[in-house]
């Protein structure tokens, strides 16, 4: 006997879904908690195009500074032909490593600021002391916002005879000093630099120096490139140099055949 | 079955009441909810009443293991551990290069929503203006968006300024969204076209807002498979026939290895002339490794071949 309700009403009365809900990579529980309901409202950033380390050293004419011409886009080395170091004013050099989108935001600000400081036309300019002061503001002042510019930045310069070399983190901290480096440079070229620098370095001298910590940075830093640029400010101008690659050096004893005698290792 | 009946089902963003066949229809497939955050697996339990005999029947149904969902064109794998910091790439090929005379955009067609194939004859290739025209990649609804607020500034520009725009600032426009939107944006976009200044140009404007001006531009998830073949094969000053097959064959790579992509090559070549659009179908496409040619049926090769291809 076939009961027509016998192939029963199936009645969902409960269907219960566990959905695991996974968290989308834009949003940290950090965020869920301070806000839900802003979505409009910027907050911390994350970086996609990144610049690798910058250095700077004042040498006996004025400062010298060297960057890579890599963006990175995560782990992909995505672009290879970014210029990180430009000129600003008269007197300044301004290096940015972290996102460069927002350095590219820098770069219109700091248009605007040395516009409207020429529209003065009283015959003074911004030097490098005043650029890397401006710049803190901006930088502490977004920190506060907690919507940073996510670059750790190197302004270098020269104003009537008084070289000037200072830097300024995503967090708005600042300092001036006889070399800087930013990202891996901290960790790879400041040793280097501390050994190595002194006052009177001669203009070769000083570009070995950085070439050296380039070198370094090349050989141990996953997100740099083979193409860097060394700029030169004194004062009478500033120059940046053509991009050109370093030669790197592998023909030691100890690569040719490193597993011997210790099968399996590396 | 009472078709009328509505089932209750809790989700990630409430209650949804559905009808119980596109309630089992859902376990199946995708499940349409808003953009908030993607579902990855679910399990339910049916509750089966037999009225007659009155028996409940609970049984644990994993009708369907849904993995990634997600409600516009990502497909990428999100491990919930992953590092936040780390790019997404996007469902997608798209190619932009420059030749001596102007420039050619590419991409392909394919428009997914988690594993299902939204569209598979899509055109991401749009056109701001006579002369300019942009790849979307990521987002649809951003990337859509992105390019109808800029087709609408530079409609007003182009009339204020009483000659075509060109191609740096309607790369700018699109800069200046993506940028100041970069929380909420999620596209990446190849800006392509030609002026009288500066000739054929294409700009690169990947996630966060960034802009590259570059003789070649490659973007999208598919591009991941790219980056080693343009390394090899591209060269500067290439007439439009070598550039064009340059693109058409790069597509067609990437298709080949990524899943988010797909379908036809389409390619815009814009030049001091005007615009040809291009359509190059799955079949015209060359077989890559691995891949067999395409046949109506096996009914033909049988009846073709000599030899007895169904023996073990």
Not at chain 1, 22 to 47: A, F, N, W
Not at chain 2, 292 to 303: F, G, K, T, W
């Amino acid at each position: 006997m076939m009961r027509t309700s016998f192939a029963a009403l199936i009645i969902a009365s409960c269907i219960l879904m566990r959905a695991f809900v996974k968290p989308s990579p834009l949003h940290t529980l950090e965020m869920d908690t301070l806000l839900t309901s802003e979505g409009d409202s910027q907050r911390t950033q994350y970086p996609y195009v990144t610049g690798t380390s910058v250095i700077g050293i004042k040498y006996k004419d004025g400062i010298l500074m060297a960057a890579d011409m890599g963006g990175s886009y995560g782990s992909t080395i995505r672009y290879k032909s970014v210029e990180r170091i430009k000129q600003v004013g008269k007197h300044s050099l301004i290096g940015a490593s972290g996102e460069i989108s927002d350095f590219q935001e820098i770069l219109k600000y700091l248009d605007e600021l040395i516009l409207h400081d020429n529209m003065w036309d009283d015959g003074n300019s911004l030097g490098p002391k005043e650029v890397h002061s401006y710049l803190t503001r901006v930088m502490y002042n977004r920190r506060n916002k907690f919507d940073p510019l996510w670059n750790s930045l190197v302004i270098g310069g020269v104003k009537n005879g008084h070289k000037y070399l200072g830097s300024v983190s995503m967090i708005g901290v600042n300092f001036e000093d006889d070399h800087i480096a930013t990202g891996f440079g901290n960790h790879l070229a400041r040793p280097l630099l501390r050994e190595e620098w002194r006052e009177d370095l001669s203009f070769e001298e000083g570009v070995k120096l950085l070439e050296k910590c380039m070198r370094n940075l090349l050989y141990r830093d996953r997100s740099a490139v083979n193409k860097i640029q060394i700029a030169k400010i004194t004062e009478e101008g500033l120059t940046v140099s053509q991009p050109y690659s370093l030669k790197t050096f592998w023909i030691f004893s100890a690569f040719q055949n490193p597993t011997v005698g210790a099968e399996g290792s590396w | 079955m009472n078709s009328k009946a509505t089932v209750e089902i809790q989700t990630n963003i409430g209650w949804v009441q559905l009808s119980i066949t596109d309630a089992l229809r859902c376990a199946n497939t995708e499940i349409e909810t808003p953009p908030v955050t993607p579902i990855v697996r679910i399990q339910y339990y049916i509750t089966c009443v037999d009225t007659v005999n009155r028996i409940e029947q609970t049984k644990l149904c994993k009708l369907g293991l849904v993995s990634s969902l997600l409600t516009n064109s990502k497909t990428m794998d999100r491990d919930a551990t992953a590092d936040v910091n780390a790019p997404h790439s996007m469902g997608t090929t798209i190619i932009g290069v420059t030749y001596n005379g102007g420039v050619i955009l590419g991409a392909d067609s394919r428009t997914s929503t988690g594993l299902y194939v939204a569209n598979r004859a899509s055109d991401k290739i749009t056109q701001l203006t006579d002369n300019v025209y942009i790849c979307r990649s990521g987002s649809a609804a951003d990337s859509q968006i992105v390019s109808d607020y800029v087709r609408y500034f530079l409609h007003q520009h182009t009339i204020q300024l009483g000659q075509p725009a060109t191609v740096k600032v309607a790369a700018n426009l699109v800069r200046l969204l993506s940028y100041n939107n970069k929380n909420m944006l999620q596209t990446g976009i190849i800006v392509g076209g030609w002026d009288k200044y500066e000739g054929g140009k294409i700009y690169g404007i990947p996630l966060g807002g960034t802009i590259l001006e570059q003789p070649f531009a490659i973007g999208g998830s598919g591009s991941s498979y790219l980056y080693g073949f343009f390394d090899q094969a591209w060269k500067d000053g290439m007439t439009k026939h070598e550039a064009e097959q340059l693109v058409v064959k790069a597509v067609s790579l990437a298709i080949a290895r990524d899943g988010a992509s797909g379908g036809v090559v389409r390619t815009v070549t814009i030049n001091s002339e005007g615009v040809t659009r291009n359509f190059y179908p799955g079949d015209t496409l060359p077989l890559w490794h691995d891949e067999v040619e395409a046949h109506n049926s096996l009914l033909d090769i049988l009846n073709t071949s000599v030899a007895e291809p169904m023996s073990t």
